[in-house]
């Protein structure tokens, strides 16, 4: 257990249609990321917030959004959904966020569905 | 940006057999971490390893940030240790970590 906690696990829904994903970061780490993986694109980067505050972007779709909470849970928001947008988002954290020694640690991932 | 090639794409491995898996990368890093994902998709940190060598176990990692390349080995392998193998990479003037497109392991009982 990583001790980052992604909720749900599964998500079915329907093209149009707008979904929330949420993410709690191990204890004490500042640093969140949120990664999609996808069959054709593997592993790529959308985002990733410090204490509140965004601190890079990626490959991140304008139909998607994120922010990360004073309690340091983060949310990644997903609208107007496509068939295209199904694949397994990830949430990572990390305690030493920019530091060369940065590790990432991540949650179970969240299996997004659009029919 | 930086790019990251991993090789081979696939490999199936008898029980108890060893392997290598290698990654190379476009540009200088400062960070880089191998991955693994298992079956029920989790990803599991198992390395971070921007240069020199470390050992977990049967696994084992080199890193040759000179060259631009860094290896892990699995020996006596176990059918656990199917999976992919993931390396990622930081370079110097980015934040993010970029994942190359992994290698799929599959060990045979």
């Known amino acids: 257990d990583s001790g980052v906690t992604q909720t749900p696990k599964h998500l079915i829904t329907a093209t149009g249609q707008r979904v929330t994903l949420r993410c709690s970061p191990r204890s004490g780490d500042l640093s969140v990321y949120w990664y999609q993986q996808s069959l054709d694109q593997g592993l790529q980067f959308l985002i990733q917030?410090?204490?509140?505050?965004?601190?890079a972007k990626g490959n991140i779709l304008e139909r998607f959004s994120a922010q990360q909470f004073p309690d340091l849970h983060s949310e990644l928001n997903l609208s107007s959904l496509e068939l295209g947008d199904s694949a397994l988002y990830f949430c990572?954290?990390?305690?030493?966020?920019?530091?060369?020694?940065?590790?990432?640690?991540f949650g179970s991932g969240t299996q997004l569905s659009v029919l | 940006g930086i790019q990251v090639e991993q090789s081979p794409p696939d490999l199936i491995l008898q029980e108890g057999a060893n392997s290598t898996l290698r990654c190379n990368f476009s540009?200088?890093?400062?960070?880089l971490q191998w991955f693994h994902q298992n079956p029920w998709g989790q990803l599991i940190n198992l390395f971070y390893?921007?240069?020199g060598t470390k050992q977990n176990g049967r696994l084992s990692a080199t890193t040759v940030a000179t060259e631009r390349y860094s290896l892990l080995y699995i020996s006596s392998s176990q059918t656990t240790d199917s999976g992919v193998y993931f390396c990622?990479?930081?370079?110097?003037?980015?934040?993010?970590?970029?994942f190359g497109q992994g290698t799929t392991l599959q060990v045979k009982p």
């Open positions: 540009d200088s890093v400062n960070n």
């Open positions: 390893i921007p240069s």
């Open positions: 917030y410090y204490n509140g505050e965004e601190r």
């Open positions: 990622a990479v930081k370079g110097f003037y980015t934040g993010k970590l970029i």
């Open positions: 990572a954290s990390s305690s030493r966020a920019g530091a060369t020694n940065e590790k990432l640690f």
